[in-house]
């Protein structure tokens, strides 16, 4: 007979690990099973290893991580370890600021900026291992979870290869099946989570579907450029530099940020972050690097770097992150239909992306019982 979960997670991202590890704190003999499309973990905080170039491997997602003071107690349990082993290091110091007149200069803000290290994909490993019995979080990878069906008080949930897999509770740490932009990806006519349940049938699902149709995300596409020649590389006498450009920049070119991370042979991947709300659009590799060479004029040893750079791939996120109209906390578990939710698309005061994702899986992993 085909294993019952006690729960299945869609996602492997930091919400769900989250969720998993303070689900398993609470539970530590529950078998849980977390569902990911990816080939690894850490879903939009992930890290790529180049096929072609085995030495090559980067954060091609979200760069740093930032908690506000507010920090939950919950949160900093889980992260301290990671702090004091260096497993997670503040990169306040990494972080500079580009203004509209070429000029860096340093970050100050109250907000703790950290990276994992030597991955940013390490964070959702660390988050797991944090939990009491890590045996019991189980992985499905290259797996994309399909349809979700309630029968007799039991989640079906339909992989890509046509498998079932079961379990008594189901919780979806992505938006993904549950929003229009699904219709698209997953070339279906209707959305999964409207397909489990006739309308009426469960109050908190009919919410979270009207409330997720006004969802919209910013869209981000990375650029990602390679240095190889070591000797000029050499005068770059730093391991990781992020360098944040200002509004007018951002405005005027759409350059959000660029991400400067040195590679264990010495060389150095560059990742420049471009930001969009409405559509995604493509920039030509000669202007990025003339606009690049120009806005760092005053600083000798980067434009002689992006004379030097090949563009080696390209990243879109078309949802990279939530824009506006959250949803409220309030939606996050129907105890009747045994469904929750979690993820940076709900509303936690306003704080960041992960710190909010945290939060809500968090405040999840305890309203189950
Ligand atoms: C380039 C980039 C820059 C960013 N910059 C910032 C920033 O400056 N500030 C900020 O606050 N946030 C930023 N973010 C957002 C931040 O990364 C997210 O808030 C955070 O990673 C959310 O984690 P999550 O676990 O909630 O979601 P995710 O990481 O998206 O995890 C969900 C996972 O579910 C998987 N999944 C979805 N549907 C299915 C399915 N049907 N079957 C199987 N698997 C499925 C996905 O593959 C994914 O791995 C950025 C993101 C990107 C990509």
């Avoid at 940076?344 to 999840?364: P, T, Y």
Wanted: glycine share 4%.
């Amino acid at each position: 007979m085909n294993k019952i979960y006690d729960c299945i997670v869609i996602g492997a991202g930091i919400s769900a690990c989250t969720f998993a590890s303070f689900l398993n704190q609470r539970f530590s003999d529950a078998s849980i099973l977390l569902i990911e499309q990816g080939r690894r973990l850490g879903g939009r905080s992930t890290t790529r290893k180049s096929r072609k170039n085995k030495i090559l491997e980067f954060d091609h997602g979200l760069p740093s991580i930032s908690f506000s003071k507010h920090i939950s107690k919950d949160i900093l349990t889980l992260i301290s370890p990671l702090i004091s082993s260096k497993k997670m290091v503040d990169i306040s110091k990494d972080i500079l600021i580009m203004n509209e007149f070429g000029i860096l200069k340093n970050v100050f803000t109250n907000d703790k900026i950290y990276r994992s290290v030597p991955f940013m994909k390490n964070f959702c490993e660390e988050i797991v291992n944090q939990s009491m019995n890590p045996k019991k979080i189980n992985f499905l990878f290259q797996t994309l979870a399909k349809s979700i069906k309630r029968i007799n008080d039991l989640w079906e949930i339909q992989v890509d290869n046509g498998k079932i897999i079961k379990s008594i509770n189901l919780v979806l740490s992505s938006s993904l099946i549950a929003h229009p932009r699904c219709l698209e990806i997953l070339m279906t006519n209707t959305l999964p989570l409207r397909d489990a349940f006739i309308p009426g049938k469960d109050k908190v699902v009919d919410s979270v579907l009207r409330e997720i149709r006004k969802l919209t995300y910013i869209k981000r596409k990375i650029y990602i450029l390679y240095v190889s020649n070591l000797e000029l590389v050499k005068n770059f006498n730093q391991q990781y530099l992020q360098i944040i450009f200002s509004n007018v920049i951002r405005e005027d070119l759409s350059f959000e940020r660029i991400i400067f991370q040195r590679q264990s042979d010495g060389s150095l991947i560059i990742l420049l972050h471009c930001y969009y709300i409405n559509n995604l659009l493509e920039i030509n590799i000669d202007k990025i690097i003339k606009s690049l060479s120009s806005l760092f004029l005053n600083y000798q040893m980067f434009v002689d770097l992006f004379l030097q750079a090949r563009l080696i791939d390209k990243m879109d996120w078309r949802a990279s992150q939530p824009l506006n109209h959250l949803l409220p906390k309030e939606l996050q578990w129907s105890s009747s239909s045994r469904i929750g939710f979690c993820g940076d698309w709900f509303d936690f005061n306003s704080c960041g992306g992960v710190e909010s994702a945290m939060n809500s899986s968090i405040r999840l992993a305890k309203m189950i019982n």
